[in-house]
């Protein structure tokens, strides 16, 4: 098989950081390429594991990458954030898709969609909006966001049921839902 390209960028893992992955890239307005991604850290891999939002940056068209800076930090009472996904919004913000794990408290969890936005490149970030009030176990794989040409925002997701059973390892069946926006991530609500 023929090889096409070389490797660039690397994102190496430690006993600090034992994994990196659902990423999505971005240009910038200054021409710059964005990379946001999981970065687990702590001693655990798994998908339940601590997570946070990073990114690295490249000025050369992705021939080389800097060094990588947090972009959203977990809060306390989130197991982990991850699965980014990211789309240059009709205002020119960066809008950026993003799930949420949260522990019940009985060994079940709940899978959240959150957006935040960016009109400062990236630099910052708002506060979370919830894409849905109704608790589950949602499913968003990163780059599951798609710009509409009338500018409506669509996220399409598996609804895996009420919650995952850490216990078990029960979840149930994905049902594909589509949320939608129509004010640049302000305010999000299902497709009938």
Known sequence: MKKIGHEVALLATSETNPRNGEGSFLRLLDG??????????GEDWA?????????????????????????IEKKAHQ??????????MPNEEIGM????????????????????????????????IPCTTVPGYYICVNDRITLTKSG???MALSHCGDFYNTVTYHIEPGH???????????SWDFLP
């Open 97 to 128: 898709l993003y799930l949420e794990k949260l522990d019940t408290g009985d060994g079940c969890v709940y899978c959240m969609p959150i957006f935040s936005y960016s009109n400062d490149e990236g630099k910052t970030f708002s506060e979370p």
């Open 176 to 186: 594909i839902r589509l949320l939608y926006s129509d004010d640049n991530g302000r």
């Open 32 to 41: 710059r390429i964005m990379y946001a991604y999981t970065e687990y850290y």
């Open 152 to 154: 409506r925002i669509l």
């Open 47 to 71: 998908d339940h594991a601590t997570a946070r939002i990073s990114a690295i940056y490249s000025s050369d068209e992705g021939e080389s990458f800097g060094e990588p800076v947090v972009l």
């Open 79 to 88: 197991m982990n954030i991850m699965s980014v996904s990211l789309v240059r």
